[in-house]
């Protein structure tokens, strides 16, 4: 398949002791692993309920501003978008806090598989990084955890060693899988 | 210099969908401040809650840079109340004493200010053949203070550009940081 071979992936760098952007890189390497090693689809409904609210909570500020009646005739209307967008501001501080957490993805194999969330953690200035995969809404099978240093993998000069971390998390996938599938 | 370019391009890591969040949490944030201005609005029923002081005419109870917190509500106005006003066809605030009221008894009132530190009253600078202040050209009665604050507003008004760079500046920076 030559579009494969044109496909040329292009090493990530980063800069060396910027922790945030480290997790990220290793998150994202997670992400891609699961949907393209494993296969598994990627829900992004909460991600898309925080856009749409985002974008509705945009549109009740330009109608707050733009509304054509001059001030005091207009407040019914501006009570109503300050209201209305500090509902949507509180949800979109709930889903933040206390549903996203540290979850970086969640994903199903199949449509009637039982869906798997990922979540990670880097510590600030702590060079371990823990990722933990469970099922999502079922709590009794046990969830997954995996430590490594990130010094591991990043290079001197930065460059993410990708195969490296893919080898790591292969093993801790089929743990999670083999450990889950005696149920 | 093609590395270069790429660190210098944060989109070039991103998934796309991701673009639209970042867009949406950049209006997201200039939407919060607007939402609480027009709160503000709101709880103090003036058009304009918050100014800043733009001339010395009233040291030395209030200096150049000073931020004021305003109130408008249908009570009636006194002598000695700190108001700002507009003046038609001007449309800088100005922030001046009442001087003189006269009420009418259909209860509309004539209003005549006076800058503290100012060597006359207001007349001049009234608009062409007005002689007194009325109840709509007030914007709201002066509640609170918070010294030189408004100094910033002050220089974004002598030099425009630093407004542009600034909202320049948070926009790059809000578009180029991903959430977690």
């Known amino acids: 398949m030559s579009d494969e071979n044109e496909k040329k992936e292009k090493p990530v760098q980063v800069t060396l002791y910027d922790s945030l952007s480290?997790?990220?890189t290793l998150d994202d390497a997670?992400?891609?692993y699961i949907t393209d090693k494993l296969g598994y689809k990627q829900n992004h409904k909460m991600n898309y309920i925080k856009v749409l609210l985002g974008f509705i909570g945009c549109c009740l500020a330009?109608?707050?501003q733009?509304?054509?009646v001059p001030f005091p005739q207009n407040k019914p209307i501006l009570i109503v978008c300050v209201f209305f967008y500090a509902i949507i501001s509180t949800i979109l501080y709930y889903i933040n806090m206390f549903i996203q957490k540290d979850y970086i993805v969640f994903a199903v194999k199949e449509s009637n598989e039982k869906e798997i969330q990922v979540s990670s953690t880097l510590p600030r200035y702590d060079p371990n990084y823990t990722i933990k995969i469970e099922y999502?809404?079922?709590s009794t099978p046990t969830p997954i955890t995996f430590t490594k240093s990130i010094d591991q993998y990043f290079d001197i000069k930065g460059y993410f060693v990708q195969d490296k971390f893919f080898n790591d998390l292969s093993g801790v996938f089929k743990k999670f899988i083999t450990t889950n599938k005696a149920e | 210099m093609s590395e270069l370019i790429g660190k210098l391009n944060p989109f070039s890591n991103i998934p796309k969908y991701q673009i639209a969040q970042q867009i949406i949490n950049f209006g997201l944030i200039v939407s919060t401040a607007l939402m609480i201005w027009k709160f503000l609005m709101i709880a103090s029923g003036s058009e304009s809650p918050i100014v800043v002081v733009l001339s010395g005419s009233m040291k030395p109870a209030f200096e150049r840079g000073d931020l004021l917190y305003l109130d408008m509500n249908e009570g009636p106005f006194r002598v000695g109340e700190i108001v700002v006003f507009k003046i038609e066809g001007k449309e800088i605030p100005i922030v001046h004493r009442i001087?003189?009221?006269?009420e009418k008894s259909n209860g509309l009132v004539d209003i005549l200010?006076?800058?503290d530190n100012n060597p006359v009253d207001d007349r001049g600078l009234y608009a062409e053949g007005q002689l007194w202040l009325n109840r709509n050209h007030?914007?709201?009665r002066a509640r609170g203070y918070l010294p030189y604050v408004g100094m910033v507003t002050i220089m974004m008004h002598d030099f425009p550009q630093l407004k542009i760079f600034l909202v320049v500046v948070l926009a790059l920076f809000v578009l180029s940081t991903r959430e977690q």
Do not use: D, S
């Open chain 1, 22 to 24: 480290m997790k990220q």
């Open chain 1, 30 to 32: 997670v992400v891609k």
């Open chain 1, 62 to 64: 330009a109608l707050a």
């Open chain 1, 66 to 68: 733009f509304y054509p």
């Open chain 1, 136 to 138: 999502r809404n079922i």
């Open chain 2, 99 to 102: 001087l003189q009221i006269h």
């Open chain 2, 113 to 115: 200010t006076k800058g």
């Open chain 2, 138 to 140: 007030i914007i709201g």
